[in-house]
């Protein structure tokens, strides 16, 4: 999406520690999700933050910054399977009666190297 | 299992031939929705439907037609097909619109 800015590749070591970010832009915040997505599989669930801080979940765990735009994923003592693109996904509430339109960034493509 | 399911997996069509997607979930959610991904792009929402008989325009709709007739059932219908619909299609369904949303293994589009 044209408004959640992920960089697009990141390499790491297994054991090491990855932190990706994203920021975004919206006009009525409504939440944060991460997924991961395999080459060739569909997106899986990681987490989800709508107010400021932390959400720790065993080796990854997601920051929000609501007043930032800002929001990383953080996982840790990486591991070869950890190779995979992690999707930032934003719901903007524009002030209808749902929730929000959900708006994918174009994801980051995670590298684990032995 | 708790799955969604989409069918075919795979298809090449040609121009013009309208063909039809199906997606069914097994877990009685009421929010379904259809996306399609490109390179470059990420995943961009088709359409989406918060219940039977209840559907509404996501990002990118032009082309794409959808019905919910059922709650299980959220089949994407391409009238008219074009190569610039030649993509990766996946659906997703979630108890609600505000929940994380579980995704089907994807259908792989290509239009000759």
Redesign the interface.
């Known amino acids: 999406g044209q408004n959640i800015d992920q960089p697009t590749e990141m390499t790491a070591t297994e054991g090491a520690i990855v932190q990706i970010n994203c920021t975004y832009q919206t006009s009525g915040f409504n939440g944060l999700f991460w997924y991961q997505q395999h080459a060739g599989e569909a997106p899986t669930f990681l987490s989800y933050n709508v107010l400021d801080g932390l959400e720790e979940k065993g080796r990854f765990s997601s920051f929000l910054s609501r007043s930032k735009g800002y929001s990383y994923l953080l996982l840790k003592e990486l591991q070869m399977k950890d190779s995979a693109s992690y999707l930032c996904a934003v719901r903007d509430y524009r002030g209808t009666d749902s929730w929000g339109k959900l708006q994918f960034g174009a994801g980051t493509q995670v590298v684990v190297t032995p | 299992e708790a799955q969604v399911t989409q069918n075919p997996r795979y298809l090449i069509t040609v121009t013009g031939k309208k063909l039809t997607v199906t997606c069914s979930q097994n877990m009685n959610h009421e929010y379904m ?1 259809w ?1 399609r991904q490109d390179p ?6 088709i359409y989406y439907s ?1 219940n039977v008989e209840v559907t ?1 325009k ?2 990118v709709p032009e082309g794409y037609k959808v019905s919910r007739k059922e709650k299980r059932n959220f089949p994407l219908i391409l009238e008219s097909p074009s190569p610039n619909q030649t993509s990766l299609y ?1 659906c997703a369904s979630s108890f ?3 929940d ?7 259908t792989r589009l290509l239009v000759l």
């Open positions: 929705s996306y470059g792009l990420g995943l961009r929402q918060m509404d996501g990002d996946f609600g619109e505000g994380a949303q579980y995704f089907g293994p994807g």
